[in-house]
């Protein structure tokens, strides 16, 4: 399941299952326990949902996809994260994790028939399943893996490593599923375990990655700020497109942490639902060709932490939504950790769900739907309802802060996918926890929900591939895999399908009218008339979207039709253009660009964005060109006109946006928009820009340009001035004592006596403690020195010291706690408050109180329930979040550094525990290392008892006294 912060325990049992018929060796403990839990599951009042399928027909589902026969296709992860999991206490296959087919054979609504299509070695945990044709297409990282069945036995006769190079072996944050989209070509993503180092067909080289790092033992060598074969620095999790004979890979769009599945639909549109490293900031997106979604620094060597500002809220920070070259964000979804998508494009449910987004969301037991509506030149997603839950309407899936073993909360949806009936089947992972890179139900239980209009039967339809009218059958089938064989055998009979194909232009179904036109634009010179027709004649933007990517989609293709006038208000078809203009030189793009930029109307963020995406490279001169149109005076623009200058951020524009941020006319939100402009220009003027405003009288400004003075010091300027003198890094007459203490501690030769005296004070020194922190991480310290350290380190002045020093030294006394325990006591919610302020609230936020160090606890009561929030303080370092794993650098200048990783690239950035942040040069570094414990210490170290973990977990959690 997707990463999630910390992890969520609740107590081990099995839910009921219906029987089946077979002779699996677990059925009969299936059975036994199946008379005490109920599978139901909650769906809007016109629908039903029916459990399908159920282990041991199969076992934890990753992925699925559905075939022309109404198959379910599943990849397993049986042996998920068996470096966390202990293979030999739970579910095992030797030969590898598996590819198996579930059909429900005598037409009753539940499969009743499985079978293994292939066991392989190469599949760890597969994250990702398309079944297009005779191929069975299985996203394992490091491989896209196409299996064939060439005969139709349903037994692979070819195994062909399609791609290979991604990272993220047995890792949540790597390949997911491949679909064909309704251009024929295939469409897949990654999340942002990389490198990803991929050489498609015809040589073209993707590289990427992020300072990301962790996850599984595998996942240790990261960078950001690579080069693909384009010219391009792309990050993160990918979203990318390929043509079906491997060539033409191609980036369309990037920045993701890992958005677990893009969902394409008929127009040509992205969606995805994306998860965080905290606990309120996941979020559902429309997706832009060409676009930064913002998890990383632009560059990927920076987290979000390290690029906040004093004044963002979490969400905002998250995904850089006050950077430009930043998508919008959508819908902020709060804690969980979301799965897989659905755009639901079938009549069979009805009308009124025709166009359905579905994100599956795990960490909240739940699949949520959104009818997008269109806003500017993107989507409005704030429409969201439960589609599938576990919990009624009355209770909702939010109530986490209830005790006990509450199973309903096992329903971990992982995917959700169209039949060819129309139906829709959603695969639940069922397990007591999500995330923390781990897996607690040992006997794999899985299942496969179907979801159907009430008291309507749903049949698959038996689709005839070898006429005309059967593949026209299978290009409109609600199926996103079975529409492709239609495709594919249409576009194979060329020209002559056109009167056919035509028709389909005034089906009811809007969808299924976007298909068409994307199969008339590869059906030669007169396909492409008519979809040019549909450009320039017909009354429906989305249509005329679909008529533009298909057009310029072509490798013949012009990127604009010269006769599209670029006027108007259909917004969409505008972001189009613009975003095709990419690619296209400025002497060719010149005018249209001046056109799109008039049909700003300086409030569209979407717009905007599409028009940086179509300046990419072209800013300096755009910018050159269209200023001398503008008011002399810079305080005197429009809107639109400090929009695009803030959006572009050209060299040339430094002055014009040294006197907008200075000016006392603007309001403080333009000043700051001016100020945040002239950070994002990577020039020595900049740099003594910045520091001029920083003494301005403006309190506003002067405080926003130190903030950005001493941040980009260690990262974009940190080259254009001399920032540190040398004097800086001279030691100190005591620095230098604890030096010598450390030569005589480290000397076999000496008197044991004067070896533990030296290592006292070195241990009770801050400066001293850190050569000792250095030292142990490179196993310098004599074993029997150890306990001598620990009588004066654990005492250390610094909290940082004292938190890292339970890696390497023996942590004085504190018995072991119970979690059970501690959640049996009933909570005192004002001792609790007094605990958060007295032990965490120097790290963590909690309301209004606490520190932006470690995570944001105050909507922790919608991550956990008591026993998981317990066992996450018990045992902090079983499930560390992403950039919160602890990291100890040592310089050459002799001084240590410890804490969280924010920055990695030219410069190292690292933020202690004490929230204090500090840039180091890469060069400067002798060594740098990992460490498995997290900074947050050990409630026993605290001298905490059971009674007040549980008043502590009261106050967080919100629970009333006694509960």
Known sequence: MPNAPLKIFIAMSLVSVVSFTGTDTLQNEYRAESATDSNQVYVPDDLEATLWAEAPLFYNPTNMDIDAKGRVWITEAVNYREFNNKPDKKLHFDQGDRVVILEDTDGDGKADKSKVFVQDKDLVAPLGIGVIGNKIIVSCAPNIIIYTDENGDDIPDKKE?????????????????????????????????????????????????????????????????????????????????INPDGTGL???????????????????????????????????????????AGYFSADGTRTWQADRRPDQDMFTAHWHQEDPGVLVAGDNTGAGSPTGMLV??????????????????????????????????????????????????????????????????????SDAATGPDGAIYVADWYDPIVGGHAMHDKKGYGRIYRITPKGKKLITPNLDLSTTEGQIEALKNPAINVRNLGFVALKAKGDRVIPKVKMLLNDPNPYIQARAVWLLAQLGGPGKAEVEKVLVESNDENLKITAFRA??????????????????????????????????????????????FASFDGQDRYYLEALGIGLDGKEEAFYKDIRAGWPKDPVSWTPKQAWLTWRLHPKAALGDLRVRAGAKSLSSEERKRAITAIAFIKDKEAALTM???????????????FYWVNFRKTNDWQDLLNWQQAAATQLKPAQ?????LQEVMLNAKAPIAEREKAAKALGADVYGAQLLLANAGEYKIPKELKPVIAETIFMNPDRSIRMMAGDYFPRPGGKGLSVNLAASLPPDATKGKQLFQANCATCHRFDTEGKDIGPDLSLINKKFDKNGLLDAIINPSAGLAFGYEPWIIQTKDKNTYYGFLAGDGATVVIKDAAGQTTGIKATNIVSRKQLQNSLMPEASSLGLKEKDLSDLAGYLLKLPSGE
Request: glycine letters at 10%.
């Open 691 to 705: 520091l001029e405003l920083s003494k301005s009288t403006l309190k506003d400004v002067s405080e926003q340009a």
């Open 736 to 740: 230098k004592k604890m030096l010598q």
């Open 161 to 241: 490593i399609f791609l290979t190079g991604f990272g993220g072996l047995d890792h949540d944050h790597s390949l997911h599923s491949l679909t064909a989209g309704p251009d024929g070509r295939w469409h897949f993503n990654t999340g942002n375990a990389g490198p990803h180092n991929v050489k498609d067909k015809n040589g073209w080289n993707l590289r990427s990655g992020s300072l990301y790092t962790g996850g599984t033992p595998y996942n240790k060598e990261n960078q950001g700020n690579q080069k693909s074969d384009d010219g391009r620095v792309w990050v993160g999790g990918l979203s990318l497109r």
């Open 344 to 413: 639901y494009e079938g009549d069979a449910l009805g009308a009124k769900y025709r166009g359905t987004v579905l994100s599956c969301e795990a960490g909240r037991n739940v699949v949520w739907a959104y009818w997008p509506q269109p806003k500017g030149a993107g989507y409005d997603l704030s429409k969201r309802v439960d589609f599938i839950s576990s919990f009624p309407k009355v209770e909702a899936h939010y109530v986490w802060n209830e005790t006990g073993e509450d199973k309903r909360k096992w329903f971990r949806p």
């Open 551 to 596: 057009l310029k989609s072509e490798p013949d293709g012009q990127k604009v039709p010269p006769f599209l006038p670029i006027t108007g208000t259909e917004k969409g078809l505008l972001r189009e253009t613009a975003i095709a203009l990419r690619d296209v030189s400025y002497e060719q793009s010149k005018q249209q660009l001046n056109q799109l």
């Open 250 to 292: 191609k980036v369309m769009a990037h920045n993701f942490r890992n958005s677990y599945e893009i969902a394409i639909d008929s127009y040509g549109n992205y969606w995805q639902n994306d998860n965080d490293d905290q606990v309120v900031t996941c979020r559902t997106s429309w997706v832009m060709e060409g676009s930064n």
